[in-house]
């Protein structure tokens, strides 16, 4: 039987986008598995009494060393900010390419704790920064200098020590460009440099707690447990600047949703399951509801997420029970028809993860498919015909040429560039200043804009000639047959209405680093965790790949 | 120094804020971070081509000819823009010529994507400097200066046909040589050493 892939139209809404969760092939977890075998070690270890000072961490195979150094300061409480216009971070943190001299650390050192007005050179390949969490950090040092574990229930209520506030790469402030590094096999897979900066960054802060944990009190001090360290991750903090990246690389984000896609496909038109794979299933599937249930937010808008999730899960667990037999042909495609039939995004999307689990066979593969050569992509083919343009927007558009733009909601908002940090933000077009500058970000009324100018133009125009007079859409056009190749490469959806939820972007794209407790503070920024329930690096030689679904918090 | 995607973001921005729209100014980063690589200077004249763009006239070309003449300098990258869109029409014309574009260093990179589309080299001269534009991969010049162009007289345009650089003789002199690493084949080999059979009429 072959089951057709799902309807871009289906999953390329941002209700759905946003009901994502991490899965098999999320970057993080791929991180873990092409890293297990390279050597891991502190190479430098060089704080104060305070935990103030440099440490250097690396992996190394063969000729390949990457290093992170790191960078603790000491700041005040009131410098303490999430927010990108911070200027002071309680650590610093960089990816270098090889072991680093005395005279890199000696540059580094003046510019890492700088961030954004550091500069970098081509040998470094990551840049972050991240704050303690106050909220338990002291706890943790106060505990072990006292000798013994922390309060384990104030622990998984914050589920980290440290969170990042922005993790920098490919080319930004003088960071290698990716066609420096895009041909080493160790990372294929996207953004793998950046989950190895926040993996070592973890050990990095349990190192830290321990040692200041020691020096408060040599006598008494014991070092925190290694399954309380498993269960914590790295928190991170994420606004606006990660909404447009998935508009603004199409074919990166066409490959992730197509793996994601096409690992559901093969998993529904498995025949038969064997046990060995179903019982994995449903082993992940139950040991997943103390993630969920342990899952804390604020914002009520997650709240009734997270409480409609749970109520689905509890549906389906009974579902499995009472009425349905695995033995029974295509097993995975019925309960997948049935969670569409029955359950929120949220929870269909939750079992599409949890159903990868036991495939690697199918999944695998598709790591190394999720990166992209959009280079390759962007000359646009000028010698198509109108012809060709149409059919593409009536087929690959349709619900979006459908939106009626002279309607003040559906044109409300605008996408631009803050001056102050250089960072993406939205504002109200009819409220706020600036809609003269606003980015190339509002997808679907340029594409609408594109069809209607296209309306009256004969068939066999060139699409060079069209151009001639129509360079104002220039963008859209490329897009248009960018999205013809590239069927998952745009959200189909009005990325200026005014029902908008810009944190529906960033969970699509957090859930594929492989974050998980998202926390939205509001409809424009989250909080989450990476690595939360994460073997440790001197574990990484044989681990449970289904780490995730172990933790204890 | 500067990171390449540093320098297609800025270029693209600064293009955008000088007047292109979006999809122009989207050509502008990726044609100034192709120049950079090369080794072109391709920051130096696109500020300085920013900066008068808006307080000097410039010609807009649409459709380019065979022969293309203002007494207005060109824009380069407008008539980059036409020649990059209208290419796969052009070569048919094997030669065009130009004359008055204003800062060609900004005009070569849409020659140099043209070469790739089309599949054919392309011979550029401006004055007395060549620029051989061989499918995107590189750039060979007699052409060295860092410095800002602001100004082209005449400008020819070449589609060069796919052929060798070298002639018959030679290339059988250096297919003889290789022929040495050959194995003659005795009967049993030739029966033996390959998959099919020696005559496969089924």
Known sequence: ?553 | MKALSEIDTTAKRASRAAGFPWGIAEEIGKNIRLLEMFGLPGIKNLNQYLKIYKNQKFQNISLIAKSNISKIPYCPIIAGVSFLDQVTIMEELDEINFENVSFPILFMPFLSRASEIIGKKILLKIDNKEFLFNFNQSIYSNYSSKEIWEKSNKINIQFLENKNLFNENEWQELYKLSEKIFVEETEELKLKGAGAGTIDND
């Open chain 1, 1 to 553: 039987m072959e089951v057709e892939l799902r309807d871009p139209k289906v999953v390329m809404k941002l209700s759905r986008l946003g009901s994502f969760h991490q899965s098999k092939l999320s970057f993080l977890r791929s991180f873990l598995k092409e890293f297990k075998d390279w050597k891991y070690n502190r190479d430098l270890f060089d704080l104060d009494e305070n935990g103030y000072g440099k440490a250097v961490y690396s992996f190394k195979k063969n000729n390949r060393t990457y290093s992170l150094v790191c960078f603790s300061n000491k700041i005040n409480d009131e410098e303490r900010s999430d927010r990108v216009i911070a200027t002071k971070w309680d650590a610093a943190f960089v990816l270098h390419d090889g072991i680093p001299t005395k005279k890199d650390l000696e540059r580094l050192s003046y510019n890492v704790p700088k961030q954004e007005i550091g500069r970098l050179s081509y040998k470094e390949l990551t840049l972050s920064r991240a704050n303690r969490s106050v909220r338990i950090f002291d706890h943790v040092v106060e505990s072990l200098s006292n000798g013994r574990q922390p309060d384990k229930k104030k622990i998984s209520k914050v589920g980290y020590l440290y969170r990042t506030t922005a993790v920098y790469g490919s080319g930004k402030f003088g960071l290698a460009d990716r066609f420096r590094i895009k041909n080493r096999e160790e990372i294929y897979g996207p953004f793998r440099l950046e989950m190895m900066l926040v993996y070592l960054v973890r050990q990095f802060t349990f190192d830290q707690v321990n040692y200041i944990a020691k020096h408060k009190n040599p006598r008494k001090a014991v070092e925190l447990d290694n399954e309380i360290c498993r269960n914590l991750g790295i928190g991170n903090s994420t606004g606006l600047g990660m909404a447009p990246f998935v508009i603004n690389h199409p074919t990166l984000l066409n490959n992730w949703i197509l793996a994601r896609e096409t690992a559901l496909k093969k998993i529904r038109e498995i025949k038969l399951v064997k046990k060995i794979d179903l019982d994995l299933f449903q082993n992940c599937l139950n040991k997943s509801l103390k993630n969920v249930t342990s899952w804390n937010t604020e914002s009520e808008f997650q709240q009734k997420k997270i409480k409609k999730l749970i109520s689905d899960l509890y549906q389906f667990i009974d579902f499995l029970e009472k009425d349905f037999n695995f033995k029974k042909e295509y097993p995975f495609n019925e309960i997948y028809l049935w969670c569409e039939n029955n359950l929120g995004y949220e929870c269909t999307e939750y079992i599409v993860s949890i159903m990868m689990e036991p495939y690697d066979v199918i999944v695998n593969p598709l790591v190394n498919q999720m990166s992209s050569e959009e280079e390759k992509h962007f000359t646009i083919p000028t010698n198509r015909k109108i012809s060709d343009l149409r059919s593409i927007l009536e087929d690959k558009y349709s619900d979006i040429i459908k939106i009626d733009f002279s309607k003040k909601e559906n044109n409300q908002n605008f996408w631009f560039i803050s001056k102050n940090k250089e960072e993406p933000r939205i504002a109200n077009r009819y409220l706020d200043n600036g809609s003269d500058l606003e980015q190339p970000l509002a997808i679907a009324r340029d594409v609408k804009k594109l069809y209607d100018r296209i309306l009256n133009q004969k068939n066999t125009l060139t699409i060079g000639n069209f151009l001639i007079e129509n360079n104002d859409l220039r963008h859209s056009v490329r897009r248009a047959f960018i999205t013809e190749k590239f069927p998952y490469a745009e959200i189909q959806d009005n990325t200026i209405g005014s029902n908008l939820m810009p944190i529906d972007m960033l969970r699509l794209k957090l859930s594929f680093f492989g974050a998980i407790k998202f926390d939205p503070r509001s409809d424009k920024w989250l909080r989450i965790n990476m690595f939360q329930g994460a073997p440790l690096p001197n574990e990484l030689k044989s681990f449970n790949d289904h780490w995730v679904y172990n933790s204890l918090n």
